[in-house]
């Protein structure tokens, strides 16, 4: 069974940072696996997604990388802003189901 | 950009009524998801449909759950009979292929008095 962690669980930074959220999975057998973004009480809003022949993925200020043989992505954020507050998601999509397994996400707060 | 569209966003029933949780998935997706995500926890995966029919389903899918493609283009959640502990937001999803990626709606906040 597909487990999905996130650490750490939450993180406040000053503006203007660079940081790293950590994913790790325990089934490597992934078709791909996909970073949300979830403000308060809202949907998921897609940022990036890997299939699991790629090594990364890169839009804007987002970089996300796969290890898929240790069982880890991470998700750079570059030049963090408050807009960036949110809490953020990695979801993996096991080869053999139809179904994405979520992690407990990363609760972001970017300070001025 | 196309859109997964979800209504309402905001339902309140009484326990033990029915309620329909409705979604227009993206009109060229072919696989359809309903999850959910019950304050404070894990976005948790219900069901899979495709091809009209369910694909997969979680064992919070029980008998008291069912889906339905109505037509061409809605996408159903159906509780018969709700509970305290079916409070939860609950999102629909959609994706071309089993591969690109999904496109999730905005969510149905359903409170269960």
């Known amino acids: 069974k597909q487990e999905v962690t996130q650490i750490p669980a939450a993180l406040s930074v000053p503006e203007g940072e660079n940081l790293v959220l950590n994913c790790s999975f325990t089934d490597s057998a992934i078709y791909n696996l996909q970073w949300f973004r979830q403000d308060p009480g809202k949907g998921l809003t897609s940022l990036l997604l890997i299939q699991s022949s790629q090594r990364e993925q890169t839009s804007g200020r987002l970089n996300a990388s796969l290890d898929k043989s240790s069982g880890r992505s991470t998700l750079y954020i570059a030049a963090s802003q408050p807009g960036d507050s949110a809490t953020y998601l990695c979801a993996v999509h096991t080869g053999t189901a139809s179904k994405l397994t979520f992690g407990t996400g990363t609760r972001l707060q970017v300070t001025l | 950009e196309p859109e997964v569209t979800q209504t309402p966003s905001h339902q309140v029933t009484q326990m033990g009524q029915e309620v329909i949780l409705r979604c227009v998935p993206i009109?060229?997706?072919?696989?359809f998801y309903w999850y959910r995500q019950i304050l404070g926890q894990k976005v948790e995966f219900l069901v899979s449909?495709?091809?009209?029919?369910?694909?997969?389903k979680s064992e919070i899918f029980d008998d008291q759950f069912s889906v339905e493609r109505p037509d061409g283009s809605n996408f159903t959640l159906k509780i018969r009979s709700t509970k305290l502990e079916d409070s939860a937001m609950y999102f629909c999803?959609?994706?071309?292929?089993?591969?690109?990626?999904?496109?999730f709606g905005s969510g149905t906040r359903l409170t269960v008095v």
């Open positions: 449909f495709y091809n009209n029919e369910i694909s997969e």
């Open positions: 999803a959609s994706s071309g292929a089993r591969g690109p990626g999904y496109t």
């Open positions: 009109s060229n997706h072919l696989y």
